[in-house]
């Protein structure tokens, strides 16, 4: 029996052994296409050289000093490297050891600033419902995904929602794009109104919405239009970039393809992708001139915060990514995996929509096309795809509650970005079959495997 407390204590899972690019191996010695590099972290893919001899190197030159005494080389030269190529005037970098604690540096963050400025009023915080931003308590609390906040609910801090920016079942018949992106945008206004101007710290949402919804683009203005409310109120904008951030769209903050930029950006999994754990909350010059001109500190501070090898493994991932020029091919892989998607699922009668950016796609599954109804949520048919493409060697990314945390099922395509056309063509003839084999008449609950429900 194990000890290890296991994500579904029911389930045995199979021992990873060893990786190569794009596989994983177990200890079996069947190999899995990494198609969702994880929960899209794995973007270099597995056992990369360059990064196991700068992790090497680092170890041999000093494993780990404490932030309260010392700064380190690979820590200033990841924040540099990161200054450097930040949207906007992000110029500022605090180090983390994960998105979660990301995205609980953000709030704290915002919070701290308008004590600084002297407007200690100011308290809540507004995100949408079906986001996703970790599992921390407080981002928890600003995540919008019911299932996974109503065990928690009572111990919550409070927050506020809108609703997503989530065309495919939100945009009324007749209504474009662009007129759907700004009614979904006015939203935010009008909670801020009603909770009072001068009391709103921030705005928080994924760019690009991703384990909750499923690889969900904004539409066209959305952004511009929510930044320009922002700005309107005195209220921050914080972009979880998290999942969909660092390249995973094909530019290397998916912010740059709304022409904006915020005020506070987490990144996390593809920064360091998966080679050592490390989050990052980016900093604007305006939040860190406050803080430079007030208590001069952050009330903040982890034990691994800015860790050296975290940081050494995380710069090794991001020149690697930059020398062979790895977002060209997440843009050209990602129009061939759309283009293929498109090919195998446009006209099945269980994928409702096609959806995403670069390398981080979604198809939303129904029980029926045109009215767009969702499985009935005991089928679990996304437990199903995950564990029929498991199946057949491949890793995706399939989650329930898509709809309103209950109803809904997706799957989220997210694989290294140095993906070749064959590895694409090989994602969806096995994704394809997995997906005709889950939603199959007559696949019913007494079928379904126990399976991770809980994105990470
Ligand atoms: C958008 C987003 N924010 C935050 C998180 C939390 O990150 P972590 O699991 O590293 O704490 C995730 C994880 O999936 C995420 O997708």
């Keep these: 029996m194990s000890h290890v407390v296991h994500r579904q204590l029911h389930h045995r899972y199979p021992v990873a052994v060893g990786g190569e ?16 590099g994880g929960a899209a972290v794995s973007c270099l893919g597995h056992q990369h050289p360059e990064v196991l001899a700068a992790l090497r190197a680092q170890l041999e030159r000093l494993e780990y000093a404490h932030t309260s005494f010392f700064t380190t080389a690979p820590a200033e030269a990841l924040a540099d490297e990161l200054a450097a190529h930040a949207p906007g005037d992000l110029k500022h970098v605090y180090f983390v050891s994960g998105g ?3 995205i609980e540096a953000a709030l704290k963050m ?3 600033y308008f004590v600084e400025r002297g407007e200690p009023q100011r308290r809540h915080f ?10 921390t308590l407080g981002a928890l609390a600003i995540g919008g995904n019911a299932w996974r906040r109503e065990p928690f609910a009572p111990i919550l801090i409070e927050s506020h929602h809108i609703a997503p920016c989530y065309e495919y079942r939100e945009a009324r018949a007749g209504e474009s794009a662009e007129a759907y992106g700004k009614r979904a945008a006015d939203e935010l206004e009008r909670k801020i109104l009603e ?10 949402a994924e760019t690009v919405a991703g384990a909750t919804l499923g690889a969900v683009p904004p539409a066209p203005g959305y952004f511009r239009r929510i930044r320009e409310i922002c700005e309107r109120h005195g209220v921050l904008l914080i972009l979880d970039e998290v999942m969909c951030g660092m390249g995973r769209t094909g530019t290397l903050h998916a912010c740059e393809q709304e022409g904006i930029a915020p005020d506070l950006m987490a990144v996390a999994k593809g920064l360091g992708g998966g080679y050592m754990p490390i989050g990052a909350l ?16 952050f009330q903040h501070g982890h034990t691994y915060i800015g860790h050296p090898l975290a940081c050494a ?4 991932v991001q020149r690697v990514i930059q020398r062979e020029r790895l977002l060209d091919n997440v843009s050209a892989r990602g129009a061939q995996l759309g283009k293929a998607l498109r090919a195998r699922f446009g006209s099945h009668p269980h994928v409702g929509d096609i959806r995403g950016r670069g390398l981080f796609m979604g198809l939303e599954l129904v029980a029926g096309r045109a009215t767009k109804k969702p499985f009935d949520p005991a089928r679990r048919v996304h437990a199903r795809v995950k564990s029929e493409a498991f199946v057949r060697g491949l890793c995706v990314y399939p989650m329930g509650g898509t709809i309103d945390g209950r109803a809904g099922d997706h799957v989220l395509i997210a694989p290294p970005f140095i993906c070749d056309a064959a590895a694409i063509d090989a994602i969806v003839e096995r994704l394809g079959d997995a997906v005709d084999a889950a939603t199959a008449a007559g696949v019913g609950a007494d ?5 991770e429900d809980s994105p990470s």
Excluded: M, T
Excluded at 21 to 36: E, H, P, V, W
């Design 447 to 451: 079928l379904i495997p126990a399976e």
């Design 126 to 135: 507004i995100a949408r419902r079906s986001s996703y931003h970790g599992n």
């Design 313 to 316: 493994a995380a710069l090794a």
């Design 110 to 112: 915002a919070r701290q």
């Design 21 to 36: 690019g794009i596989y994983l191996i177990d200890a079996q010695g069947k190999r899995y296409l990494d198609a969702s």
């Design 195 to 204: 909770l009072g101007a001068g009391s709103v710290i921030a705005f928080v």
């Design 100 to 102: 979660s604690e990301a």
């Design 282 to 297: 980016l900093v604007s010059e305006r939040i860190y001139d406050a803080f430079y001109k007030g208590s001069g500190a």
